[in-house]
């Protein structure tokens, strides 16, 4: 089992950043992978990043490449994404996900998922 909370999300200007944490509990997150996701009002919920359990391989959605980056540390059970250049459409309320395989997160499953934390960009 893994329990997933989420924090750091806020409001910020348009050309900000915010760095959001998912603390992990559950003595599996490091053999999980984990991704970001996320959902605004009247939209599909949609990928934006994942990182492989080893912390070693990534990716992102295009809409966020070259702004956003994903990171783990497993031994403190915590995923992060530090969010550059944000941008209105960014926002959308964040969550984290885990799924054993890597390959299968990118794809939009995941067997755990945390509760979101909102972000607002102000334009």
């Known amino acids: 089992q893994v329990q997933l909370v989420e924090s750091g999300g806020g409001l910020v200007q348009a050309g900000g950043s915010l760095r959001l944490s998912c603390a992990a509990s559950?003595?599996?997150?490091?053999?999980?992978?984990m991704g970001w996701f996320r959902q605004a009002p009247g939209k599909e919920r949609e990928f934006v990043a994942a990182?492989?359990?080893?912390?070693?391989?990534?990716s992102y959605a295009d809409s966020v490449k070259g702004r956003f980056t994903i990171s783990r540390d497993n031994p403190k059970n915590t995923l992060y994404l530090q969010m550059n250049s944000l941008k209105p459409e960014d926002t959308a309320v964040y969550s984290c996900?885990?799924?054993?395989?890597?390959?299968?997160?990118?794809?939009?499953?995941?067997?755990?998922w945390g509760q979101g934390t909102q972000v607002t960009v102000s334009s």
């Open positions: 990182v492989n359990w080893a912390g070693t391989v990534t």
């Open positions: 996900r885990a799924h054993p395989n890597f390959a299968e997160i990118t794809r939009g499953q995941y067997d755990y």
């Open positions: 559950g003595r599996t997150f490091s053999n999980h992978a």
